[in-house]
């Protein structure tokens, strides 16, 4: 196991609002609405011992998830449908994907190099450097769900009809084509 960084986050809670004392939340928009409104609140624990709170916006009240990626020095959010991609070295530096979309879950691939989003009707997969490493829009269905991710498959279902059955849908991890 790699020793710990001093920025590396090696817990945290969400709180039931934003704090009255201690420093300043950091807060994480997606630019509309403003970025002031108290969203999904949670506080990182670093392995220095010193802390942060992040004021995650969202927009609807459906979806909220957080996750620690280590491999990649970041941390990963769900608020309420809206996506952050945070460094954990440097929280002003996070990514976001379109406002347009709604996001529902996240997934690491076998080895923790790759993320991927499920956002109803697309698939995207983020690098350990935060990049968009690409996107699958042909699903052919909506409402994506990740099942698994193993040997270089990643694993959906999506439903044919919006609230119809379900069919499995399989990826390849290393470009998003349909296998």
């Known amino acids: 196991m790699p020793q710990s960084r001093k920025a590396e986050i090696v817990r945290w809670e969400v709180l039931p609002g934003l704090p009255g004392e201690g420093a300043t939340p950091k807060h994480f928009h997606m630019g509309h609405p403003t970025p002031w409104a108290e969203g999904l609140v949670v506080r990182f624990f670093r392995a220095d011992g010193s802390e942060w709170v992040g004021n995650f916006q969202g927009r609807q009240d459906w979806s909220s998830k ?27 530096n996070y990514v976001t994907v379109d406002q347009q979309l709604l996001v529902d879950d996240v997934l690491l691939d076998d080895d923790h190099n790759t993320l991927f989003v499920a956002a109803s009707e697309v698939v995207l997969a983020f690098g350990r450097d935060r990049q968009l490493l690409w996107r699958q829009i042909a699903l052919g269905g909506y409402d994506a ?35």
Do not use: H
């Open 145 to 179: 769900q990740f099942q698994t991710c193993s040997s270089g498959v990643l694993t959906l279902d999506v439903e044919e009809e919006l609230g119809g059955e379900r069919k499995p849908v399989r990826l390849s991890v290393t470009d998003g084509r349909l296998l």
């Open 66 to 92: 957080v996750m620690l990626w280590p491999k990649a020095d970041s941390v990963v959010v769900i608020a309420m449908d809206d996506f952050y991609l945070v460094d954990a070295d440097n929280p002003d």
